[in-house]
C-alpha cells in the first residue's frame, strides 16, 4: 500500500512569509508525529497526535510553528513569519498505534531565502 | 545536555567487511532501541530494533547487540554490501515514543 506522502516535495520562501507543509500519513495509522531534520540540529521531534487527544507539542521550538490533524487522517504543519534557521527538512511519520514503529514520508525540504 | 551519542560520525568498509555502529544513552526510562537506515533525498527506514529484555537480535545480515548496564546498543553490519552505504541513525524512546535521534553515521562501503 502507499507510504506516508508529504507535500510539497520542496518549498523555497522569503523570510517572514507563512508556509503550510502537509502530511498524509498510511490509511489507518493512528499515530502521526512531526520531525525536523536540520545540519546543526540533527533529527528532532516537533510534535505527536494520537487519535483524539490532545497533541503532544513539547518538541516546537517557538510559537510560531503550529500543526492540526483534521479528522484523524490529513496533517498540517505551519510556519509563521519564517526565519534563516527554520530551513530544514520536515519529515512526517505515521504509525499503526502509539509503540508501533514509526513509518517516514520522504520530507519536505523548506529553505527561507 | 546530549541524551544520545553516536559513534563514530563516518565509517568506510570494504565489500564483505563487518560495519559497527554505537549508540550511548542517559535517559533510563527508553525502553524501545531501534536502528533507522537513511538514503540521501529519502526519510529514515526503521532496519532493526530491540526491546531490553534481550541482549541481541539479529536480521538476516543486521544484529542489534544491547547492554542495559552499560547504556549502550550497536549496530553490526555483517557481510557488507556497497548498498548498504547510507546515514544510520539510532533512536532510542520511551514505549517507540517521541524518538530521540543520535546524530547519524555516514557509512560507506567500497566495492
Known amino acids: 500500500g502507499a507510504g506516508v506522502s508529504q507535500s510539497p516535495s520542496n518549498k523555497v520562501t522569503e523570510k517572514g512569509k507563512d508556509v503550510e507543509l502537509r502530511c498524509d500519513p498510511i490509511s489507518g495509522h493512528t499515530a502521526l508525529y512531526w520531525y525536523r531534520q536540520s545540519l546543526g540540529q540533527g533529527l528532532e521531534f516537533l510534535i505527536y497526535?494520537?487519535?483524539?487527544?490532545?497533541?503532544?507539542k513539547s518538541g516546537l521550538p517557538s510559537d510560531r510553528f503550529s500543526a492540526e490533524r483534521t479528522g484523524g487522517s490529513v496533517s498540517t504543519l505551519t510556519i509563521q513569519r519564517t526565519q534563516q534557521e527554520d530551513s530544514a527538512v520536515y519529515l512526517c511519520?505515521?504509525?499503526?498505534?502509539?509503540?508501533?514503529?514509526?513509518?517516514f514520508g520522504d520530507g519536505t525540504r523548506l529553505s527561507i531565502l | 545536555q546530549q541524551q544520545v551519542k553516536q559513534s563514530p560520525q563516518s565509517l568506510i568498509v570494504q565489500k564483505g567487511g563487518i560495519s559497527i555502529i554505537n549508540c550511548a544513552y542517559e535517559n533510563t526510562a527508553f525502553d524501545y532501541f531501534p536502528w533507522y537506515q537513511q538514503f540521501p533525498g529519502k526519510g529514515p527506514a526503521l532496519l532493526i530494533a530491540?526491546?531490553?529484555?534481550?541482549s541481541e537480535k539479529k536480521e538476516g545480515r543486521f544484529t542489534i547487540s544491547f547492554n542495559k548496564s552499560a547504556k549502550q546498543f550497536s549496530l553490526h553490519i555483517m557481510d557488507s554490501q556497497p548498498g548498504d552505504s547510507a546515514t544510520y541513525f539510532c533512536a532510542p524512546a520511551r514505549s517507540n515514543y517521541k524518538l530521540t535521534f543520535g546524530k547519524g553515521t555516514l557509512l560507506t562501503v567500497n566495492p
Open positions: 511519520a505515521s504509525s499503526l498505534d502509539r509503540g508501533q514503529p514509526q513509518h
Open positions: 530491540i526491546r531490553p529484555d534481550v
Open positions: 497526535f494520537q487519535g483524539n487527544s490532545a497533541p503532544d
